[in-house]
């Protein structure tokens, strides 16, 4: 039987940026940053508003086509829970279509929020495990999903059946590794880069991309002097440069200046991981000169959601 929320239950949720495949690792390894969004939703008689601020507005979807919106009903859903109407509130810093893993940030906040409402109920919230398995169901595939829910540096992988199964585990990021993201003007999707992909590889290929994400993990939790060789890669970043010639050029300059740089998942963004607080100066006048903005970040945090929010807070 499907209850039906009261009017007058506020909720919120904070939800981190995430990069995913960090190279090597194509659709299993993921990393939250210090970049997040915000939710507020409140129940209501009747009737959806959505509101976008920051990044997206103007430009997404203000209806029930809204991703938040959409991950909301399906966490009340799992719960045996809806609400006749809704006000949704989202404070966007994450941007959009660059690799920074905007759309899974929305699934997985919305999901938080629909915890919140939950939780000023008599029904449990949906556990981590859960939550990823919900988000990465609007996702496809578990990397930006998962550590968005988790927080930190994550492993992921994806269980075949009738219905896939996505889990995922975090990895204690080494407290030396530093990052910095530089965010092109334009932007990009994943569908549309994904298909510059082959069907295939060679068996050699995939070895080496084996390895080297097998070395990445090593690396990011305890020997960060080893992220120059665990960040190489052979089965997508230079698939996917010529639909983004300055991010790939980005890239090669920063690892030819000895940093450890990478597509952030799809592209556009570049993400740099080092154990130096500053980027070398190269970096700097590239960055400017091509229309990038580069950001130093922190390790993103789990999602966080709380109860009872003062509207506009």
């Known amino acids: 039987m499907i209850r039906t929320l009261p009017a007058g239950l506020v909720a919120k949720a904070t ?10 690792g194509f659709d299993s390894l993921g990393l939250a940053l210090s970049l997040y969004d915000e939710i507020v939703v409140e129940t209501t008689e009747s009737g959806l508003r959505v509101e976008v601020s920051g990044e997206g507005a103007g430009q997404v979807p203000t209806g029930p086509d809204h991703l938040v919106v959409r991950a909301i009903e399906r966490g009340l859903a799992a719960a045996g829970m809806r609400a006749d109407g809704l006000i949704v509130r989202c404070r966007n810093t994450i ?26 109920t008599d029904c449990s919230p949906c556990d981590e495990r859960t939550l990823v398995q919900l988000s990465s169901e609007f996702e496809g595939h578990p990397d930006n999903a998962a550590a968005s829910v988790l ?33 092109p003007e334009i932007r990009s999707s994943t569908a549309e880069t994904r298909v510059l992909l ?23 939790s305890e020997r960060p002097d080893l992220l120059m060789a665990a960040t190489e890669d052979v089965l997508h970043q230079s698939q ?25 998942g799809a592209g556009p963004a570049v993400l740099a991981l080092s154990t130096a607080s500053e980027l070398p100066a190269e ?5 400017a000169s091509a229309g990038f903005t580069l950001r130093a970040v922190e390790v993103g945090e789990a999602v966080r959601w709380t109860s009872g929010v003062a509207v506009g807070a």
């Open 283 to 287: 970096a700097g006048e590239y960055a």
């Open 240 to 264: 996917r440069a010529p639909a983004m010639p300055a991010s790939a050029e980005f890239l090669q300059l920063l690892r030819r200046c000895g940093v450890a740089a990478v597509l952030s």
């Open 15 to 24: 939800v981190a940026a995430s990069s995913a495949n960090l190279g090597p």
């Open 151 to 183: 927080g930190g540096a994550v492993v992921s992988w994806t269980e075949a059946g009738a219905e896939p199964v996505y889990s995922a585990a975090r990895v204690q990021l080494h407290p030396d590794v530093r990052l910095h993201v530089a965010i």
């Open 95 to 120: 941007p959009h279509s660059r690799g920074l893993g905007s759309s899974a940030a929305a699934a997985v906040g919305g999901l938080a929020a629909a915890n919140g409402l939950v939780a000023q």
């Open 198 to 220: 082959p069907e295939q590889v060679s068996h050699q290929d995939a070895r080496f991309n084996l390895s080297r994400a097998a070395l990445l993990v090593v690396a990011l």
